[in-house]
Nanobody, 116 residues
């Protein structure tokens, strides 16, 4: 059974940092593309960051480039999203996503709220 379980969300002041984790199980993590998405309140879900499995390459949305960093630990089947210099517009439910040979899975999401 495939599971993706996010953790690390919460309330943080503008300029603060959070690190999200997504623990994966039930599939070969090392050969899956892992991504973080977010859905702000009242808006569509958007792609935030991607970590490839082949060459370690990453991709970021322009809105988070230079502030967020995605990383993966293939030994512990976990993908992380380090979020620095958080802004109120980063408030959203953040979800991790895995894609492996066309099979797509989602976690349940974790709430991140940036507010003073």
């Amino acid at each position: 059974q495939v599971r993706l379980v996010e953790s690390g969300g919460g309330l943080v002041q503008p300029g603060g940092s959070l690190r999200l984790s997504c623990a994966a199980s039930g599939f070969t993590f090392s050969s899956a593309v892992m991504s973080w998405y977010r859905q702000p309140p009242g808006k569509e879900r958007e792609l935030v960051a991607v970590a490839a499995f082949t060459d370690g390459s990453t991709w970021y949305a322009n809105s988070v480039k230079g502030r967020f960093a995605i990383s993966r630990d293939n030994d512990n089947n976990t993908v992380y999203l380090q979020m620095n210099n958080l802004k109120p517009e980063d408030t959203a439910v953040y979800s991790c996503n895995s894609v492996r040979f066309g099979a797509i899975y989602w976690g349940q999401g974790t709430q991140v709220t940036v507010s003073s």
